[in-house]
């Protein structure tokens, strides 16, 4: 009987553990599955990093132009440094004229400040690829940070440029952080220094713990013993008892 309750308390702890397991999976795939409709007849272009796609002048989003960004298979937004990334933008025109999606390009930024940048990524042009008034389309899109990029936390600001009646505008897509990790080695160079720093505090440790020792040690040792004789306290004792009546009984004894 109590195999049975043990057992039941078991499967119920797994069955509420894998719960949220399941729904965050099935939220994923709910994501992955609005965004699988990607553009038909869109021919797709690159053009390198740190190529411009517009002006100097920044660009606004247009009315009832919607954009949503989804990384398949990849909740955690991890991005292999020296690897290609792929994400997923949608687009959904609820504005009054079709619109032509000309690019889609990414920026790097340090989480602290984006005005420092990290990395200028990949410009991917498109051509043909026109959405009309009331539909959503999906556009991959594929960047690859520097592999000589020190492994962490950035911000992504991804950017999609379109245009309406031969006007150019530009969305948001994505503003968020994501982490880059180093491929292929086992230890990173923080971790080599971490591990370093740990040993040489331990070694530190140790030696401060030997010094301890040694100075107690020294404290609780014990000095030589001294012995005296009797002889010399036994002579003075006599002359001091000289004429009294234990001498006189003393003296009688030894006779």
């Known amino acids: 009987m109590a195999v049975r309750v043990w057992l039941s308390a078991i499967l119920l702890a797994f069955l509420l553990a894998a719960s949220p397991i399941a729904q965050v999976a ?13 553009v038909e007849n869109a021919d797709l272009g690159y053009v390198g990093d740190d190529t411009p796609v517009s002006g100097d002048a920044p660009l606004s989003p247009a009315p009832g132009v919607e954009t949503v960004c989804v990384f398949p298979k990849n909740a955690g937004k991890i991005v292999p440094a020296g690897e290609e990334t792929e994400l997923l933008v949608g687009l959904q025109n609820d504005g009054e004229s079709t619109l032509n999606v000309v690019a889609v390009h990414s920026t790097l930024h340090l989480p602290y400040d984006h005005r420092m940048y990290g990395q200028n990524l ?30 962490g936390a950035y911000d992504l600001v991804g950017y999609i440029v379109y245009e309406i009646d031969q006007h150019p505008y530009q969305n948001v897509f994505y503003n968020g952080t994501i982490e880059i ?21 331990l070694g530190l440790f140790g030696l401060w713990a030997y010094g301890q020792v040694q100075q107690l040690s020294k404290k609780t040792k014990k000095g030589p013993k001294v012995e005296t004789g009797t002889g010399t306290t036994d002579a003075n004792m006599d002359e001091w008892l000289e004429g009294t009546a234990f001498a006189k009984e003393k003296a009688k004894k030894n006779k």
């Not at 099935?26 to 990607?38: L, T, W």
């Not at 690829?129 to 556009?139: C, G, K, L, R």
């Open 181 to 201: 990790v180093e491929v292929g080695g086992l230890l990173s160079v923080e971790s080599v220094f971490l591990i370093t720093l740990g040993i040489a505090l």
């Open 122 to 151: 990949t410009v991917q042009s498109f051509y043909n690829a026109s959405v009309p008034v009331s539909v959503q389309a999906t556009f991959p899109y594929t960047f690859a940070v520097s592999k000589f990029l020190q492994p």
């Open 26 to 38: 099935g939220a994923q795939s709910e994501e992955d599955a609005a965004m699988a409709e990607v």
